[in-house]
C-alpha cells in the first residue's frame, strides 16, 4: 500500500510560500499543508475576509493542498475552543476557512482542541470544547470539508483516553493525529494506535519519551508498525512530514530537510515492500 504524502509548509520557516511548494514538488511529495505560520504563512485576515480570492491565488502553487491548520486566536490560548464564549466569532471565521477550503480544493481543517482555561481542569475544558466542536463540525461537513482536532502537548487532551472520550461527544469529529504528542509524554505506541481508525490526517516524525521530535534512529516510534496500524485501519488521507524548526517543545535542532528526506524513503519503502 502506497501513502499519499505531503509536506507541512511551517516546516520551512525561512521560505516563502512558493518555495515551500517548490520544494515539495523536487521532493517528489508534491502536496503542501498550509497555516498562518512563518514565511510560508497565508495572510489569516484576508483568507477570512476574501476566501475565494486568496484561494485562487494558492491554486497557482500547483501542488495538491491536503489540509489547513487553522488557529482561532493568534496563541494557542487565543479564543481557544475550551472557552464557549468565543463560539460565535469562532463559526463565523470556520465559515469564512470552508469556503476558502472548498475554492482550493482543501478536504481537512484542523484546528487545536483548547486548553485548561484559568479556573477549569480537564474535565470542564473537554467539556467546553466538546460544546464548541457539536456547533462547529457541521459547519464543515456541511460543504464537503473534514474538521479534525489534533491533540498536542499544553492542551487539555494529552491522553488517549480522553481523546476517546471527546470523539464520543462530538459525532462526526475526526483527528490530526501526531504520534509524537503522546510519545513525548510517555504513552506506549499501542496505547497511540487506538486513536488510528479516527484519522482523517496525520503528522508523522520522530519522537521519545520528553522530546517532541528527534532524528529517525534517535525516536521510539516504530515507523513500519504505525503504517501498518493505519493500513490495518482503512487509513487512505496523506501522511504530513512534519519536522519543525521553532521554540514549541524546543524544536530547533533537527535538520528538517535531511529528516524529511529521509523519512520520506521509509514511507516509500514500506509501501513498496
Request: a negative charge; charged letters at 20%; hydrophobic letters at 45%.
Amino acid at each position: 500500500m502506497a501513502f499519499k504524502m505531503s509536506l507541512t509548509s511551517w516546516s520551512l520557516p525561512a521560505c516563502s510560500l512558493p518555495e515551500a511548494a517548490g520544494i515539495a514538488k523536487v521532493l517528489g511529495i508534491g502536496a503542501l499543508d498550509i497555516g498562518y505560520f512563518y514565511g510560508p504563512a497565508l495572510d489569516k485576515a484576508r483568507l477570512l475576509a476574501e476566501p475565494e480570492r486568496v484561494a485562487d491565488e494558492v491554486k497557482q502553487l500547483d501542488v495538491a493542498l491536503p489540509c489547513l491548520y487553522h488557529l482561532f486566536g493568534e496563541t494557542l490560548g487565543g479564543r481557544n475552543l475550551a472557552d464557549t464564549g468565543n463560539l460565535a466569532e469562532n463559526a463565523a471565521d470556520l465559515e469564512q476557512a470552508v469556503a476558502f477550503c472548498v475554492r482550493a480544493g482543501v478536504g481537512v481543517i484542523f484546528v487545536l482542541p483548547g486548553i485548561c482555561n484559568p479556573g477549569q481542569g480537564r474535565a470542564e475544558a473537554l467539556a467546553q470544547s466538546a460544546e464548541s466542536l457539536k456547533r462547529l463540525v457541521p459547519i464543515a461537513a456541511e460543504a464537503g470539508v473534514t474538521l479534525t482536532i489534533e491533540p498536542h502537548v499544553h492542551s487539555y487532551l494529552e491522553s488517549p483516553t480522553l481523546v476517546l472520550e471527546l470523539l464520543d461527544q462530538v459525532p462526526g469529529l475526526k483527528l490530526t493525529l501526531d504520534y509524537g504528542h503522546f510519545a513525548c509524554l510517555g504513552y506506549r505506541q499501542e496505547e497511540i494506535d487506538l486513536l488510528a481508525p479516527h484519522a482523517a490526517h496525520m503528522h508523522l516524525r520522530q519522537a521519545k519519551s520528553g522530546e517532541l521530535q528527534t532524528k529517525l534512529e534517535k525516536g521510539t516510534i516504530n515507523m513500519a508498525a504505525q503504517l501498518a496500524t493505519l493500513r490495518e485501519a482503512g487509513y487512505d488521507g496523506y501522511l504530513a512530514l512534519e519536522y519543525t524548526h521553532q521554540d514549541y517543545m524546543d524544536s530547533w535542532y533537527d535538520d528538517i530537510l535531511t529528516e524529511t528526506i529521509r523519512l520520506r524513503d521509509v514511507v516509500r519503502a514500506w509501501g513498496a515492500a
